[in-house]
């Protein structure tokens, strides 16, 4: 308030100050010169007012004494972070991290403000009435890989031996290639393994996650399928040697989940959903058998919607994008060392190549949007205060100091390990790859499900999981971030209505119903004739 009152004071050019038509006897100017600093000052209390009301009307509407818990928390929740630990960040800070450059005038505080006002009005409005849809033509697609027209393949041609890296995500595309590749080779596949990786520090092993039999006898007019390689060449030093439809039918058919992660996956979903008396065709291939019967003895509730939302912002994920999030030079020191260890050769690359600016970077939309953005653009598009939220994803950067907006503005929030007991997740604990199994399962059942970063494999399979089995009625929201930075970044004074309207231009256009575009995957965009069958409505 300082700054803003000492900007409103007018100077006057010194050529001015002693010109004769602004001279006036000595106690006229004594009056005018009392007269200024009144109007001024007045103004300036009206204007700390103003800040002052909004700052006390954000807070009430927050107040989490006030919140009403989700009724399907079984749990304490956590204790929200204190109010002067609040992550209302603000991109005036983000944008000052390249050298030399103002900083963009945009405050993430003040447009969050506004969006807890949208919403405690939105009460008593109806929703958009897409909200929880996808457009109409979605329902032309169908989902139909399970059907194949090609011979069998007899498996002679020697064997093929996979190690896949990364995440669940990146090993299940991993193995759909290998399935496809023995198949254009007339080889046999060896249960792939998975390598053990110390960003993930998961030990698990494809039977761990997937139930090799029903694998292996689904495929088996595909391809020949062994769980491991003949006792006479187990002997080898394997280190000194040196197809679209059949994807589909791994991905989406030849895949399932262990019974444990079924089950559990199952609690997730009914705790989420309440009890639904005909699941989906989607549930049925997730859960198996535990979703025809009720999980929960004695526990009833009634049929309930969710939203699912992907916040893939974790360390990893924050210090590979080079971008700054306002958490000072403590931020810059602690995520350059976990690059120093994980990502050597982009320590390196820094040191020879000039890389854009965080500035430039999150201008261009390629940081990763904090939960204080993401929760403005569901804000934005129409989700109530109210509405129940799945939050999936490994730990977050930051904490609950980073989560702070994002559970205030939405409070029925939940996530794996507040819906389940510590006992229901203790044979899951230090398997990274079997706890986003669980995230997956309740992301690709949920009523809607929101990514905030397009480029993620999670995010994509369960898109591409929710195109193939929703019969148009699993929306996906998926932002467009060089667009969406663009809106947060431009203007400062935007106000909430013209916010809300160009968000929802934004993600409208990103739902429309395309076929599978040339070169894109697969396992992303399912609607394709080699994939899904097409009718005619």
Known sequence: MPEASAAALPLLPSSQAGSPATYAPRGRRRRRGWRRPRGLLAWGALVAFFFVMNWWMFSRLQDPAA???????????????????SSLS????????GKGK???????????????HALAEAETRPEPKDLWKEPIN??????????RTWEASEGTNGYIMISANGGINQQRVAICNAVTISRLLNATLVIPKFLYSNVWLDKSQFGDIYQEDYFINYLKSDI?????????????????????????????????????IQQTGALLVERLHGHRPHPSPLEDNLLGHFTRKSVLKGYKNDPTKYLAVHLRFEIDMVAYSLCYFGGGKDEEEELEIYRQIHFPALTELRKTTKLPSAASLRSEGKCPLAPEEAVLMLAAIGFKRNTNVYIAGAEIYGGRHRM???????????????????????PFRNF???????????????DAFAMTDPGSQFSSLVQGYRMYYGGGDL??????????ASILLKNATMEWNEFESRVRKLIQQTKQVHERPVARSIFRHPRCLDCMCRTEN
């Not at 603000?90 to 991290?97: D, N, Q, S, Y």
């Not at 060449?233 to 280190?239: A, H, K, N, R, V």
Request: with cysteine; hydrophobic share 45%.
């Open 67 to 85: 919140r009403p818990h989700f009724r399907l928390r079984r749990h304490p929740p956590r204790a929200p972070a204190a109010a002067n630990a």
């Open 90 to 97: 603000t991109l005036e800070e983000v944008g000052g991290a």
């Open 102 to 116: 103002r900083p963009h005038q945009v405050m993430l505080t003040r447009l969050l403000a506004l969006a807890a």
């Open 138 to 147: 979605a329902t032309m697609w169908l989902p139909c890989s399970d059907k």
């Open 224 to 260: 020949r399928i062994v769980k491991e390689l003949p006792v006479e060449l187990q002997s080898l030093d394997l280190e000194a040697i040196g197809s679209l439809r059949l994807r589909c039918r791994c991905n989406f058919h030849a895949l399932r989940f262990v019974h444990k």
């Open 404 to 426: 702070a907006a994002i559970s205030r503005l939405y409070p029925a929030l939940v996530s794996k390990e507040t819906l389940l007991s510590p006992a229901e997740l203790e």
């Open 432 to 446: 990274s790859s079997q706890l986003a199994a669980l995230d997956f399962i309740a992301c690709a059942a949920a």
């Open 475 to 484: 929306p996906t929201v998926r932002p467009n971030k060089r667009r969406l």
